[in-house]
């Protein structure tokens, strides 16, 4: 099948990272990063062939990616947005 090859999840990996710059948020970079994940421990030979191992290692690294950029760049612990302006206004 398809799904076993590592340049395949690469591959997709890369074109999430791609579409990741027209999405806010952080949002596919998680999945992108998980997807080269599966493909290299495909390529490594860690990961056989089974498909709900691969899906589960996608989504716990893409759990794990989520959590991380929303910790490195997502709101600080009581930080609050105070508008002083709107926009609205000239």
């Known amino acids: 099948m398809l ?3 590592a340049w395949v999840w690469v591959t997709a990996g890369v074109i999430l ?4 710059m027209l999405a806010p948020g952080f949002v596919l970079l998680g999945f992108a990063a998980g997807a080269i994940l599966v493909g290299l421990l ?3 030979g860690v990961l ?3 498909l ?3 899906i589960l290692t ?3 690294a ?8 929303r910790k490195i760049a997502g709101v600080r612990e ?5 508008w002083d302006r709107d926009i609205n206004e000239n």
Not at 17 to 20: I, N, S, Y
Not at 62 to 68: D, E, K
Not at 78 to 82: D, E, F, L, N, S
Request: glycine fraction near 10%.
């Open 78 to 82: 009581g930080q609050t947005k105070i």
């Open 17 to 20: 990272g791609a579409l990741e």
């Open 58 to 60: 996608l989504a716990v």
């Open 3 to 5: 799904w076993q090859e």
């Open 62 to 69: 893409a759990l794990v990616v989520w959590f991380a950029m």
């Open 52 to 54: 709900p191992w691969m």
């Open 48 to 50: 056989g062939a089974s």
């Open 42 to 44: 495909i390529w490594l």
